[in-house]
């Protein structure tokens, strides 16, 4: 399976751009005693001892308490096959990730999905969302400390019936006309 960094993907998409994108995700599980907020840009110096840079963003706060920033990891793309009747997935790499998320990640319990959300912004206003995706399952693999494998699926749209309902003239007056 190909590999691209999401910051290299990006340049070769927009070589020439004044606006940066940056990729939040949340990760919520029982397991966990709070999310785990991810950002792929460390545009906020976070702590000193440790390092830690990250972004701060309005988006899934809580809503007592002070707000938690996302906090800076490298993401690589795992780029999808086109695979008749698979699931539709997103496959992300975590690089370079602070210790303590690798472990609060590994301890999300083998077998069970984690609920994760993504949202894409603009460095330049981190509150206004480009793109947003909810009610994402999450799967971790093992991976080793320096990378950790992220699988993340959508809900299953061909379960949905369609047409949800018979197309009479209550439902669709537009067709009978």
Do not use: C
């Not at 707000?67 to 496959?91: H, N, S």
């Amino acid at each position: 399976m190909a590999r691209e960094s999401l910051n290299a993907r990006r340049s070769r998409a927009e070589p020439v751009t004044a606006e940066m994108e940056v990729m939040f995700i949340h990760i919520d599980h029982d397991a966990l005693e709070k999310p785990i907020r991810l950002s792929t840009d460390p545009t906020d110096f976070i702590t000193e001892d440790p390092l830690v840079f990250g972004t701060h963003s309005p988006w899934l706060q809580p809503e007592d308490g002070p707000a938690e920033p996302y906090l800076f990891m490298i993401a690589d793309a795992l780029m999808p096959r086109d695979k008749r009747g698979a699931v539709t997935e997103l496959q992300l790499a975590l690089l370079a990730v602070d210790q303590g998320i690798v472990e609060l990640l590994l301890a999300i319990p083998p077998g069970t999905r984690a609920r994760a959300s993504l949202a894409v912004a603009l460095l330049s206003d981190p509150g206004r969302l480009i793109a947003e995706f909810r009610r994402l399952e999450l799967s971790v693999a093992t991976g080793n400390r320096t990378e950790i494998p992220l699988t993340l699926t959508g809900p299953d749209i061909s379960a949905v019936p369609w047409p949800a309902g018979r197309q009479t003239k209550a439902r669709f007056p537009g067709l009978f006309r």
